[in-house]
């Protein structure tokens, strides 16, 4: 049984920084899509950020429009960890963040673990 743990969230004012982690146990995820996903309230979850290794050393990574140059994914194989920086922060980033494992892809129903959010809010 997988499962993701994130953390790193908390309130922030707009044009700051955040760092989210997300740790896996149960089994290595090396091989797996990792995700985040963020839903505001009201909203649909939405795709933000993934990443999967791509051979040879190098791992492919995808980003939402709303969020490209500002966000930066990454992964820690060896902690079995992967990262979300959040950068130039905001109002409309503020949003319950879900780290989640799987298949490469945007939609949600691509990834069959998920963590329990933490919660990033932006004020102006």
């Known amino acids: 049984q997988v499962q993701l743990v994130e953390s790193g969230g908390g309130l922030v004012q707009a044009g700051g920084s955040l760092r989210l982690s997300c740790a896996a146990s149960?089994?290595?995820?090396?091989?797996?899509?990792m995700g985040w996903f963020r839903q505001a309230p009201g909203k649909e979850r939405e795709f933000v950020a993934a990443i999967r290794w791509g051979g040879g050393g190098t791992y492919f990574a995808n980003y939402a429009d709303s969020v490209k140059g500002r966000f930066t994914i990454s992964k820690d194989n060896a902690k079995n960890t992967v990262y979300l920086q959040m950068n130039s922060l905001k109002p409309e980033d503020t949003a319950v963040y879900y780290c989640?494992?799987?298949?490469?892809?945007?939609?949600?129903?691509?990834?069959?673990?998920w963590g329990q959010g933490t919660q990033v809010t932006v004020s102006s």
């Open positions: 989640a494992a799987g298949n490469w892809g945007v939609m949600p129903d691509k990834y069959a673990y």
């Open positions: 149960g089994r290595t995820l090396s091989s797996d899509t």
